[in-house]
């Protein structure tokens, strides 16, 4: 079966058997090995991608439910060169150990700060709650995701016409699909 969507911007077309996981389409077929498999289950997080700017697990989907869709995947989170904020928090504030959460983590993430630009750190936890990280103890995560805020809240306040360059964020606000 034929399915195209668009992928990290760019127009995509696949021959797959409808009922193929997504995660192995983007990791063995289209070699994106960033979005990682934990548990296979929908319990870990770590597959999560985002499909119409709303994170999904990506062990849950089927490929056919790609078809006209738009997908984001961690390789595709940033700009060319340039890490997504949350890429940036994480390094900064030591969110990063081994890393296998990670990429689902930053997924999370950029979907929650699209919907809600200013999260407590309650809010926070539960909008990760779905990830599970086994090395962090989840604070510095935390710290992560709140110094990403400030810092895309600033720029956003920052007017073009004061010199500045309007910078594009996926999952930005204003940027991206609301639930
Ligand atoms: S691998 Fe998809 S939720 Fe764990
Ligand atoms: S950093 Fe190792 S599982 Fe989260």
Do not use: W
Request: with cysteine; aromatic share 2%.
């Amino acid at each position: 079966m034929k399915i195209s969507f668009t992928l990290n911007g760019k127009s995509t077309e696949v021959d797959v058997a409808p009922d193929r996981r997504v995660v192995d389409l983007l990791r063995e077929d289209l070699r994106l090995t960033g979005t990682k498999e934990g548990c296979g289950a929908g319990e870990c997080g770590a597959c999560t991608i985002l499909v119409n700017g709303e994170s999904r697990l990506s062990c849950l989907m089927l490929a056919a439910q790609l078809e006209g869709r738009c997908v984001t995947t961690i390789e595709g989170i940033g700009e060319e060169g340039r890490l997504h904020p949350v890429q940036e928090a994480f390094i900064e504030c030591g969110a990063v150990q081994c890393g296998f959460c990670s990429p689902g983590m930053v997924i999370s993430a950029v979907d929650l700060l699209g919907r809600d630009p200013n999260p407590g750190r309650g809010e926070i936890r539960r909008g990760l709650s779905g990830n599970l990280c086994r090395c962090t103890g989840y604070v510095k995560i935390v710290d992560a995701v709140e110094t990403a805020a400030r810092r895309m809240n600033a720029a956003s306040d920052v007017k073009p016409d004061a010199g500045e360059k309007e910078r594009v964020v996926p999952g930005a606000p204003g940027q991206g699909q609301r639930r």
